[in-house]
């Protein structure tokens, strides 16, 4: 009797799984927002970073390399913005299981990708391709920190507990290395890139609440409502300061 | 009895209504424990910890800010010493330790003492409700498991094993080639919160936070010291990139680059008489032989503005002469040769760090490093010696000033030595045309220099007559520039002594042994004087 019950018991949660598995795959078809993140006024200049302590790391830039805390792309749009949905997602929204491991790549003494979204759970690949030592730290307030060394080729698997906007990642070995994840409970972000574009797809219907957060220019919210299949845009703009 | 209870109930409610119950039952207890100790802790705490870690466990007590590193803030449960992995919580048991031990090479001290077993007990529990990671239950720190340290810990092949895995984990990033926390990277590493923090200096390992011995160090390789730039290095066992053996090695070799036990701190440095000529350059051989002294080093608190993280804990002293003339040489730590343009946003940082009661926060330079060793201008007497901070208007000290830039203590200076009086710690008078000569050099995190001088001098009315046979009161006194310290700003040292050791003469060695043999003469006389009369007294009594 009991046996027949934790099958049934088994059962169910099977049939859970693949309705969320469901869900998430209906949600690839829900609705989308979409927009450009624009910039106005002077481009700041980004100190140029002396790398000649590490020939390996100077060898991959062929030009020399400055930091990368205002990236303005040709078309004067701001790279590097984190668009995510902060509010607004049904109640009894259940996210879909973690989606397939995020690679994180120290090439040249550089993270790429420098902004990036993962959900709780969702394993972050840290990959040294320099070949040289490289410590990552990451610092939060509601994950745990961690820092962890990699003297070589290597790549090493970590995951966060708790959503949190933004986690910072360093190498202290070269202080200009910095990276920003944005841990979320659901899969609905976006990093405007070098067009200044972002689209953030399979929205169930709702009111979102969208954020844009930028790590020199703080954060900006919209609200934007989708229905159905539609795409909505939601533009932003950050100023000089 | 609450469990009867419940178990009564469930017969009548629902089964999810018992479930809460249940839930509810289970968690109580433990909130209410907890509410009764941090009542006790929170006490205790205020009273002996909030002056520094804050009301608000922030670590931004009022003492906070003469402090660097600065105390912990307890709100974010990031720990540096621990047994746990990185990232985890401490265990109860890391956190006793801390507050029973305290951290040496910060201004937490030992409680143990202090505070009874009970108080120390509530406070940890205390400490712990400054965050919510510790409420978590999901939060379960264990302390890493790992194997006992391999055996031929100091032998040369454990060395040279330890010494390659410096080498290849990049240790000489940040703790620099010799250990001594020059590395490429040290000037830019940084805390959580932005605060500056030095690379330890491995040769002091009496100043590690964590513990001196190889089993501390091998913990501190394994969990890293979270909030801070140092890695753990657990994951490259994991990985198969070495072996938990050779960072056993790793550990060991960081052991063998710090003295066998700490410094002891000695009152007189000797500088023995030598026949062969003196060694003036910082590097010759003779250096090697020569009797090493310890002079610790404070931060200058008492004369604005004041400073109370100076970058060197101390100098050695060694010192030799040869009837005519001495050498005395002085070695020290420091992480930076000053003036360098790469140090000078930590210099920024440091200032910014730690309170100062200027009235205009200091703008960071290039200042350089400078030494100086102080003399009374005469030999007292009595007890009585000048002011040992740099004398008085009225009785002013005779200093020899050692600058990393030439021309830096006074514009027409050649020498990067001078001779002079200091009349009080702002003033000093430059005597021009003195013979002293000093050499210095730089190498991997050390400053060496050798200041050499007549022991003889004419002018007697400026300067110190070195005299053989007599304690000489010295002081020391140190700038790091690069730490953002110039005039008052400095680390200094109480009077010591100085002794020019004479050759111990012949007659020395003769005396005594014509001495006991006289004094065995005598008493073999008396014994027999005494045992004379004796005999004759018997012999008379017997008549």
Redesign the interface.
Known sequence: MRKLGMAAAALAGLVAVGVAGRAGDAAQVGGTITGKVKFTGTKPVMRRIDMS?EAACKAKHPTAPTAETVVVNANGTLANVFVYVKAGLPAGYRAPAAPPPVVLDQDGCRYHPHVFGLMVGQTLQIKNSDG??H?????G?KN?????????N?T?PRTF?APEVMVTLEC????WMNAYVGVLPHPFSAVSGADGSFTIRGLPPGTYTIEAWHERYGAQTATVTVAGTETKTADFTFAAK | MGMTKADRRMDGWADGAALLALLLLSAYPPIRLSAQDTTAGRAVYEKWCAGCHGETGAGDGPAAGTMLPRPRDFTGAIYQIRTTASGQLPTDDDLRLAIDRGLPGTAMPGWKDQLSERDRRDVLAYLKTFSAFFADTTQRPEPLVFGKEPGGGTSVDALRIGRQFYDSIGCRKCHGDRGRGDGPSAPTLKDDAGFPVFAANLTENWRFNGGSEVADIYRRLRSGLDGTPMPSFSDLIDQQFLTEAELWRLAQYVRSLSPARPPEVRDVIHARQVAARLPTSPDDSVWGRVERYWVPLVGQVMRKSRWFTPAASGVWVQAVHDGQQLALRVSWDDRSQSPDSAWLEFTDRVLETVARDDSTPPAPTPWPDQLAVQFPLAIPEGFERPFFLMGAATRPVYQWRWTSTPGGVREDSLSAAVAGLARGIDRFDPLPGTPLSAQAVYDQGEWRVVFSRSLATADTANQLHLRTGRAIPVAFFAWDGSNGETGTRMAVSTWYFLALDTPVRAQVFVSPILAAALALGLGLTLVRRAQRPRSQIRRRSDA
């Open positions: 302590e040289i030592l410590n990552i730290k990451a610092k307030t745990r920190p961690f820092n962890i060394s990699q003297p070589t290597m090493t507990s202290n070995v070269h202080g």
